[in-house]
């Protein structure tokens, strides 16, 4: 079975500074999709960035980044210049591309922003 | 953040209340998903809808029951549920279920049983 795990509950960064979030996944699938969500404070849950595994590039969305490591089974984000708004939770998250199947989600790890 | 709206926001009911919880999409998608949410666990899939039709029941407690009149809307029927069951049931809705369609989110119903 797939298995999310995010190893950090809690971080903190300064504002303007940079700081990666930590993923790894176990799957016996070869392609497959990898997300990061954030979830802000009595907000709504949105797709920050999404990684197809058959593509080696790294996705990146402004500041968003995410370091892909296929055969270390790792999926970190990367947010640079960290701004009072990137405060949330984020959950990454694993989807076979089987139709059906369901996202499996990791527990989140909250990013506090300090100003 | 209008795509997917939740109502009510906030519920606290007793266990031997009924009620139900109402999600709407606005984005002509044809899938929609009930998820759980609860402190320290991943979210947890509960129920999808594809096309009006369920395609998927996650082992669900029969306390839950699901209906999904039209695409565009999604109820999550409730009674006689139990402390452990408050929790932030998500909604989400898709194009449809294949895997490279997004998921839009709701703002969730924080749902207490006392």
């Known amino acids: 079975a797939q298995t999310v795990t995010q190893s950090q509950p809690e971080m903190s960064v300064q504002e303007a500074e940079t700081v990666t979030l930590s993923c790894t996944y176990d799957?016996?699938?070869?392609?497959?999709?990898l997300f990061w969500y954030k979830q802000p404070p009595s907000r709504q849950m949105i797709l920050v960035i999404r990684?197809?595994?058959?593509?080696?590039q790294n996705a990146t969305e402004n500041r968003f980044s995410v370091n892909f490591q296929k055969a270390a089974k790792s999926f970190s984000l990367k947010i640079s210049d960290s701004q009072l708004g990137d405060a949330a939770m984020y959950f990454c998250?694993?989807?076979?591309?089987?139709?059906?199947?369901?996202?499996?989600f990791g527990k989140g790890t909250r990013l506090h922003i300090l100003p | 953040e209008t795509g997917v709206t939740q109502t009510p926001r906030h519920l606290v009911m007793g266990m031997t209340n009924k009620k139900s919880l109402k999600c709407e999409q606005h984005?002509?998608?044809?899938?929609m998903y009930w998820y759980k949410q609860s402190a320290k666990k991943p979210l947890e899939l509960m129920f999808v809808?594809?096309?009006?039709?369920?395609?998927e029941n996650n082992s669900v407690p029969s306390r839950f029951s699901p209906e999904c009149p039209n695409s565009s809307h999604l109820f999550l029927h409730l009674h006689t549920l139990q402390p452990e069951d408050s929790a932030l049931y998500l909604c989400?809705?898709?194009?449809?279920?294949?895997?490279?369609?997004?998921?839009?989110f709701g703002p969730g119903t924080r749902l207490t049983v006392t």
């Open positions: 799957t016996s699938e070869s392609d497959y999709y």
């Open positions: 998250a694993y989807r076979s591309v089987r139709r059906d199947d369901k996202i499996i």
């Open positions: 984005l002509g998608h044809n899938a």
């Open positions: 989400a809705s898709s194009q449809d279920t294949a895997a490279h369609y997004e998921q839009y």
């Open positions: 990684q197809e595994a058959y593509k080696q």
């Open positions: 809808y594809n096309f009006k039709e369920q395609t």
